[in-house]
């Protein structure tokens, strides 16, 4: 490539190298830089005939070797790796550079970098990027936010073009400024958390419930995606559970330790919206629970010593549990562990269709929650977000692509938005249908003794979200009378005060 780049890229991990790749598969000019120069190296010579591709060793070189006014990328690891290259990268940038970072940052973090670079008079972009490494390459859902005239004069071209498409509309478009593309991918990944959650929840209630063996569940995933369930997540969980592992001819899901790791972005998500006073139960639940599946040795010696509930219903029976050694490279060895209960045929099989109205309708509650916290949000910072835009870009490229995102779509296309997706019609009508065979899923699931947080939360919000009044009047009046910390009343203005241990007189505050 003898001219100068049109934009540039540094981290060559997975994402950045993918995102290389796809770029100058467009024809679009790229050079590309890493921290090691070994890597760099690499990348060349592996991709280097794939499109106008060049690579630099030191951050000066990188930085000329791009056009200006220059678009940078920066695709490292969130926190001190991020700021490392802003602080290695800006010396080195004119007034109306676009330095962009494309990694899992928390927003908060990109509202101060965006207000540092701005003294500089250099645009700061933090942009959210889904798709795993297969997105980054053929197509990423994509969600900048930012300077928003710098955006759409020199990135929106080259983002339009890269990313996914759906009906011919790319799923890229400006989320809001400053640390909004970033607060949308978080969420994003939130909904991400509880979705998996979800699925894990029902894979376990039709193996440990229905008693399904595991080719069983991946064909009844593979059937659903079909359905209104269709979604990246359920294609790839039929595709998981028909993995047989090479070594000992068992489902490699049997072979895997049974605890599931995270980086952040979930938990970013439930901490913020415990701030906003947001109630996202489905996310929160799902990073509690791959807390508790870290605690692997103690979930081992509580599964002797910790019961179970007893079959004291007709319907249940106590059947032996086969408990794996997940550690071992030995050929898979099981023992008999404690008694684990099982459905009768007529319930299992009651269970089993059960499940794929109540996940639907779990889901729905879950993409419910991260759409409020992204509206109390927008309020909170100002942003101004329109919340149809993340539903359509989420259509195509990103991990929690789903053929229902097109009925969000709909709904906030509405002359009148719904304050929350479960008052708009649709949704409406389809947790209506769902009722019954939720709550028949949550109750068999506490009947058992299978942990179903997900579902019971998300059936808990639902119960609690339709009451027109609930028991927090007995916590108010506890809080009054422990701490004086008042309470209002629905007959009358203001704020009131009992003398609980005194006359018992109201007083107006």
Request: a negative charge; hydrophobic letters at 40%.
């Amino acid at each position: 490539m003898s001219s100068q780049a049109r934009v540039g890229i540094t981290g060559l991990g997975t994402m950045g190298a993918n995102l290389a790749r796809n770029i100058a598969a467009h024809r679009i000019p790229v050079s590309v830089h890493n921290r090691t120069a070994s890597r760099t190296a690499r990348f060349i010579e592996r991709f280097g005939d794939q499109g106008p591709i060049v690579g630099r060793d030191r951050i000066d070189a990188w930085v000329n070797s791009v056009a200006k006014p220059r678009i940078l990328i920066s695709i490292v690891q969130a926190g001190e790796a991020t700021d490392e290259v802003i602080a290695q990268v800006a010396p080195h940038l004119d007034a109306g550079d676009v330095l962009i970072d494309g990694g899992n940052a928390h927003f908060r973090d990109t509202q101060r970098r965006h207000a540092t670079l701005a003294e500089r008079s250099v645009h700061f972009l933090g942009v959210g990027i889904s798709g795993g490494e297969e997105g980054a390459l053929t197509g990423p859902s994509i969600m900048p936010g930012g300077d928003l005239e710098p955006y759409e004069r020199l990135v929106a071209p080259i983002f339009e073009t890269i990313a996914a498409e759906v009906d011919g509309t790319p799923c890229c478009a400006y989320i809001g400024p400053d640390g909004a593309g970033h607060y949308v991918k978080m969420v994003h990944n939130g909904i991400e958390y509880a979705d998996m959650q979800l699925i894990a929840e029902t894979y376990d209630l039709l193996r440990s419930g229905a008693g399904l063996e595991v080719e069983e569940i991946a064909s009844r995933f593979e059937r659903w995606n079909e359905t209104e369930l269709e979604s990246f997540l359920i294609r790839i969980a039929a595709q998981v559970l028909s993995k047989r592992d090479e070594a000992t001819g068992e489902p490699l899901v049997d072979v895997i330790l049974d605890a599931a790791e995270q980086k952040g972005t979930g938990r970013w998500s439930a901490e913020d919206a415990l701030e906003l006073g947001v109630p996202l139960t489905a996310i929160t639940e799902a990073v509690f629970a791959r807390s508790l599946s870290a605690l692997v040795s103690q979930r081992q010696i509580a599964a002797s010593r910790l019961a179970g509930p007893p079959p004291a219903d007709a319907h249940l029976s106590a059947q032996p549990e086969e408990a794996h050694h997940s550690r071992s490279r030995a050929p898979l060895a099981t023992e008999r562990a404690h008694s684990r209960l099982r459905l009768s045929s007529p319930d299992a099989q009651q269970l089993a269709e059960d499940l794929k109205q109540a996940l639907y309708a779990a889901k729905i509650v879950a993409y419910a929650q991260g759409f409020a916290q992204l509206q109390a949000a927008s309020e909170a910072e100002g942003w101004g977000l329109q919340l149809g835009v993340p539903a359509r870009i989420w259509r195509g490229g990103c991990i929690i692509r789903a053929r229902f995102l097109d009925r969000i779509v709909e709904a906030y296309d509405e002359p009148k938005q719904p304050e929350n997706l479960m008052l708009s019609s649709f949704f409406a009508d389809a947790l209506q249908q769902a009722q019954g065979p939720w709550r028949r899923v949550v109750s068999a699931a506490a009947q058992l003794g299978i942990p179903a947080p997900a579902f019971s939360s998300t059936l808990a919000y639902y119960d609690g979200f339709r009451r027109a009044r609930g028991p927090a009047a007995l916590i108010q009046g506890l809080r009054d009378l422990f701490g004086a910390h008042t309470y209002r009343r629905i007959d009358r203005e203001g704020t009131f005060h009992t003398s609980w241990s005194g006359d018992g007189s109201e007083v107006q505050v």
